[in-house]
Structures are given as structure tokens and as C-alpha cells.
């Protein structure tokens, strides 16, 4: 028997990964986790494993807007989450996109690195998310690295990005984990309202695809109607926690373990 779907609706554009550890698989994962719907329009294909990028092609804007107006036509979006972009032009299609769904929280994770440190973007792909997709934002959800090339401060501290940042847009989560830390400090930036900052224990590893899962979790909260800190702090918990339990399918980095083992039993 079928039943009424009352699920939220989140369209993800972001790139697809093979080796299934992040990008669209990470999205759909971590939103099904959260009780949410998703529906993904790839805007690239990579080739990748849980190693790092070898390489990256964008696909047309014209293709990527119709699957989006596909969506769109079919489908009451709750929220809108951004992954890699990969190119000037891709930014701009997903302006374009966001535009048509005023009110409906945009979610940018900007994907400028793998992982593993290849770049999943060209060089100035940062410049165009911070002037053209940040404005459109709720919030953008870079790590530490990532914040730095948005605010062009290569050695800048997570507060000297966010005030740079903040200029862009309303509300920042720059993620950390990248030193040697005990402790993982995550921090919170709206504009007018300081920042706050969510700590967790620091994991031994690297992980794969650990930036979308925050992402599309946070987007999955938002859609639900959660309060932005609150959802913050439930999309980290929850992120945390496929961390811990990650597991290494390949010879690379840990993959998040985003949905039980007995999911769908």
C-alpha cells in the first residue's frame, strides 16, 4: 500500500564520487538518516577514490538546469544544498537555481579540495562562491582550509576568515580538525551575533566525504523547520558519529558510516 510521502525535499547539486565516500551518495546518505528526501542533480563527474582526485569534468549548465527544473517542477523543495561546483559557470547556475526558490534555506558546503588534497575546482571558483553564491546563503559551511581561500588569507585564523566572510553571508560554520588538536573546535558565525563554538573529541584518521555529510545532515535539519544553532549542533553530533563508526573500504581514508548497519530492516 502506498503511503503519503510527508518527507522534507532537499535538492542537492554536487559532483558524483565512484567510490561512493562523498558527494552525492554523502547527500543522499546523511538526508535519508535525517528523515528527509533527496534529490540530486549532478553538476560533475569525477574520477576518485577514497584516496584523492585524479581528475574532474563539469558538466553543461543547460544540463544541470534541466534536471534541477525537473525537480523543481515536481517536487516542494524544502532546501537546497550545495556541494562541488568545479567552475565560474557552475556557481551561477546554482544562483540561478537558488533565485527561483526565495525563502527556501540554500546550504553551501564550497568544495574547493579532496580530501586528499587535490583541487576539485579552478582557482578562481572561491572568488565566485564568495561574491555571487554566499550572498544567497543561510550558510556556508567551509573547513578551515576552505575558509581561507574564500576570505584569500592563506595562513588567516578561522575568526580573521569570518570576518571577512561574514561580509558574504549572514551565518559561517568553519570546521575544524585539521591540527593535531585533542580537541575539535567548530565554530559558528552570524553576522551582529559573535560566534560560537561546538568542540568534539578529536578521531584518529582521515575521513572521506566527511564535509558533505555535515552539509546535507544540516540541510536535512533546516528542511525539518530546526532552529539554525540547534541544527548546527545536530548536524555535528550526528557527523561526529559516523566518523567513530567509519569504516576503510579501500587503501585511502575512512569512509562515514552515514546510515545503520540494519537501515531499511
Not at 9 to 15: F, R
Not at 76 to 87: D, E, N
Not at 104 to 133: K, T, W
Given at each position: ?12 547539486l ?16 546523511a538526508?535519508l538518516?535525517q528523515?528527509?528526501h ?6 560533475a563527474?569525477t ?23 525537473a525537480?523543481l ?10 556541494g562541488?561546483?568545479?567552475s565560474?559557470?557552475?556557481?551561477d547556475?546554482?544562483a540561478?537555481?537558488?533565485r527561483?526558490?526565495?525563502?527556501v534555506?540554500?546550504?553551501?558546503d ?22 555571487r553564491?554566499?550572498p544567497?546563503?543561510?550558510i ?9 581561500i ?6 588567516g585564523s ?9 561580509e558574504h ?12 588538536e585533542?580537541?575539535?573546535h567548530?565554530?559558528?558565525y ?8 561546538f ?15 555535515l552539509?546535507?545532515a ?22 561526529w ?6 569504516e576503510?573500504?579501500g ?5 562515514p558510516?552515514?546510515?545503520?548497519l540494519?537501515?531499511?530492516?
Amino acid at each position: 500500500m502506498n503511503m503519503p510521502n510527508f518527507r522534507p525535499v532537499v535538492l542537492c547539486l554536487s559532483g558524483h564520487d565512484p567510490s561512493g565516500g562523498a558527494g552525492l551518495q554523502a547527500d543522499i546518505e546523511a538526508l535519508l538518516a535525517q528523515g528527509c528526501h533527496a534529490a540530486p542533480a549532478v553538476t560533475a563527474l569525477t574520477v576518485q577514490d577514497t584516496c584523492n582526485v585524479a581528475d574532474f569534468r563539469v558538466l553543461d549548465r543547460a544540463w544541470v538546469l534541466a534536471q534541477a527544473e525537473a525537480v523543481l517542477a515536481d517536487l516542494p523543495v524544502a532546501a537546497i544544498k550545495l556541494g562541488m561546483l568545479g567552475s565560474r559557470e557552475m556557481v551561477d547556475t546554482a544562483a540561478e537555481i537558488a533565485r527561483r526558490l526565495p525563502g527556501v534555506p540554500l546550504i553551501c558546503d564550497p568544495v574547493l579540495r579532496a580530501g586528499g588534497g587535490g583541487a576539485l575546482g579552478q582557482d578562481e571558483v572561491g572568488q565566485a562562491i564568495r561574491e555571487r553564491l554566499m550572498p544567497l546563503c543561510r550558510i556556508a559551511t567551509p573547513n578551515l582550509p576552505e575558509a581561507r581561500i574564500l576570505a584569500e588569507l592563506p595562513e588567516g585564523s578561522a575568526d580573521a576568515c569570518a570576518e571577512r566572510l561574514l561580509e558574504h553571508c549572514e551565518h559561517l560554520l568553519i570546521t575544524g580538525g585539521h591540527g593535531d588538536e585533542a580537541e575539535v573546535h567548530n565554530r559558528l558565525y552570524s553576522r551582529g551575533d559573535g560566534a560560537r563554538t561546538f568542540t568534539c573529541v578529536r578521531l584518529p584518521g582521515s575521513y572521506h566525504g566527511s564535509g558533505c555529510t555535515l552539509a546535507s545532515a544540516l540541510a536535512g535539519r533546516l528542511a525539518l523547520g530546526e532552529e539554525l544553532a540547534s541544527a548546527v549542533r545536530s548536524a555535528l553530533d550526528y557527523t561526529w558519529r559516523t566518523l567513530r563508526d567509519a569504516e576503510a573500504p579501500g587503501r585511502g581514508q575512512y569512509v562515514p558510516r552515514r546510515l545503520p548497519l540494519d537501515f531499511g530492516n
